[in-house]
């Protein structure tokens, strides 16, 4: 079964079941030991985008904002049996024609994975597609608050909301988590892995 490792802040490691890793905006935590096969870039931001963490090789695919929406256009990838659906994500910090969010599917599992973002209309989409996982910012401060996120998850209706990008410079905020109100959140800390 494939392994979710959230690293801390924003930053996820995903290792399938064949072994193949996939970095999501890596910035934070540890667990920068194992080489990509994809990294995943949401956005520009110096908080999401710190590529030089991550072992690469000559055939590590890297997808950045930019690779994902093209000309207003959400681009769809394929790589290593996972199916990689970039999404809306935009709010007053985060213009819209630069920040994606990522939507995995694998296994059978799919997993929201929201980057920067407050509520955009695309989150009323996802409510009707069985959401497994869903990673919602909850900062409060260039993103949604926890009370936002907690409305953003009732729309989505994922099986299990992990709450995440709690505060400028922080791993994590259990503070702020506990504010979170949706009745499938999951309180998980960095270093904490989810089998899924």
Known sequence: MAKLLYQGHASLRLETKEGKIFYIDPFAGEGYDKTADVVLITHEHYDHNAINLVPL?????????????????????????????ATPACNQNHPVNECVGYLLELEGKKIYIAGDTSYVPYMKELGQMNIDYAFLPIDGIYNMDPKEASRCAEIIKPAHLIPYHMKPGMLFDIQQDMKVTYAGAMLVRPGDIITL
Request: proline share 0%; net charge neutral; glycine share 6%.
């Open 57 to 85: 090789s000559e055939r590590t695919i890297i997808i950045r904002s930019k690779d994902a929406l093209i000309a207003g256009v959400y681009v769809d990838f394929e790589y290593y049996g996972v199916k990689i659906s």
